[in-house]
């Protein structure tokens, strides 16, 4: 009988490396890997890992980035796809986004948020990624206060600030397991997608003109 030959990751070592040490990440309680463990896990000399990462901090940057490089072109293809006129809509299509794109890179997701060889404000690489999505949120609620959608004299900056806290820490719920157990009739990313617009649609009310007046 002939042996099937034994199937090989057809993606570059950068690739590889990558995806190798985002599941050792994962499986080792969230510790980031050395890179001789990365080159074990891909089988391929340590030299030539090292090579192309520099060291365990290069991995783990490069890692994060490449998973930011996919929120910004998901988030930009969210937003053309409503109603332009209507940026409470963009808003929230933009939460729901976020919330998917956590769930889709988990490791990611965590090392920006839990490590500080990734925290993006001490590493411009990351934090041109995280700074345009931040202006992002900061132009679409400002597009929403000119609109009348929110209060004239509403801080737009602690508005931003209080909804990232808000579905960051429902993104960690969903990744952690904690949410199915506050609520069993959906799976957690639907319900962290459902409390994220009851938040939006609530701040957006309270924050209306004639609501802030009663």
């Known amino acids: 009988m002939n042996q099937q030959p034994a199937h090989r990751d057809p993606r570059g070592l950068h ?12 499986n080792q309680r969230r510790t980031p890997p050395a890179l ?11 030299e030539k890992v090292h090579a192309i990462f520099s ?11 490449q998973a930011l490089i996919v929120l910004i072109d998901n988030c930009t293809r969210a937003v053309v796809q409503v109603d332009p006129d209507d940026p409470v809509a963009q808003f929230l299509s933009l939460g729901d986004t976020y919330l998917d794109w956590a769930c889709q890179y988990p490791a990611q997701f965590r090392l920006l948020q839990d490590c500080p060889l990734t925290n993006a404000r ?8 995280t700074d345009s999505i931040a202006d992002l949120t900061l132009r679409m609620l400002t597009r929403a206060r000119d609109g009348g959608r929110l209060h004239p004299r509403e801080d737009i900056g602690m508005l931003a600030l209080s909804a990232r806290c808000y579905v960051v820490g429902l993104a960690r719920l969903v990744l952690d397991g904690r949410l199915k157990d506050w609520s069993e009739d959906r ?22 003109p004639h609501m802030a007046s009663m």
């Open 15 to 26: 690739d590889r490396a990558i995806s190798a040490a985002m599941t050792l990440f994962q």
């Open 36 to 46: 001789f463990d990365v080159a074990l896990a891909v089988d391929e000399p340590v």
């Open 55 to 65: 060291d365990e901090r290069a991995l783990l940057v490069a890692s994060v980035e």
């Open 122 to 129: 001490n590493e411009p690489v990351l934090r041109r990624y």
């Open 187 to 208: 799976d957690s990313l639907t319900t962290a997608k459902h409390l994220t617009h009851d938040f939006v649609r609530r701040m957006a009310r309270s924050s209306q």
